[in-house]
């Protein structure tokens, strides 16, 4: 067994042929240095069978030693059995023959597919930044909105600015008019509707500005399915900013002394939010609508917002009974 040594601290490699070399950390055979150097050193090797330092001023014997060393270690290296296996360390050949046989195969193929994740992921979110730009271009934002036009008023009064997608009218608790987004199909009808600012629809002049905001889709499945769930949307309002101190049964009675008969509430909430949220559908369609003059009321202490809803409050769908239980229901 042959040992080249390299200084005194390095790294010993062990092929497959039994040959062990000890190279140190000084770019294998030593440090080149320029002649400009203060010490006038150009290269230093330290070996196992003495010193050798050619420098600047060298002869022609200590410079065919260091040849003589160099072609020494060419031929040991020229030994070596390119086809020998990897050397895998212990803590990582954990997949047995598998990892030592496959291992680059394996570890090409996981940067190719990591790259293309990450690929895939700068592209969808490249995607969706830029759609999300383009809908909030063709989207205006309308204030000042007398609390007794529709959603269907507004969405027609656009339509002669060009074809409208989505109208969301909303209510501003800090004031008894209401706000609303309403999304054309391309840039210019939303440029279009901006020169219908200062109209008057109901009592009130509406100020329309460019959007800075995209509208929030709706879950299709909360959609009314047919006419019955359509007229009662119409008869429903959506109240949001509900002080969790109030009850169900207080937000009932504030409705019904100051609207009219409520057919049925539902009250919402979780640990995570400061404040909770309503469905309320009325008996008649006329309360609906005076029920969205309530926008801006203080309810408990917080000023609740009020705006028609987009979904019915659907019947909640019986538990299933319990084996070996009955359910006492009252005539």
Known sequence: MAIVENGSQGTTVNNSGGFQAHFSSNHDLGSVGSPEDNNDQGLMNN?????????????????????SEMRELAEIFSKLNPMAEEFVPLSLAKNGNLFLNDNNNISSGRRKRNANARGKRKMNTRTSLAQREDVIKRTVYVSDIDHQITEEQLAALFLTCGQVVDCRVCGDPKSILRFAFVEFTDEEGAQAALSLSGTVLG????????????IAPVNPTFLPRDEDEREMCARTVYCTNIDKKVSQADVKLFFESICGEVYRLRLLGDYHHFTRIAFVEFVMAESAIAALNCSGVVLGSLPIRVSPSKTPVRPRSPRPQMHGTSIATSD
Do not use: H
Not at 203 to 209: F, M, S
């Open 47 to 67: 070996c196992s069978r003495g010193e050798v330092i050619a420098d600047s001023g060298g002869d022609g014997g200590r410079e065919e030693a260091f040849k």
């Open 203 to 214: 009592y009130y002049p509406l100020r329309v500005l460019p959007s800075k905001t995209a």
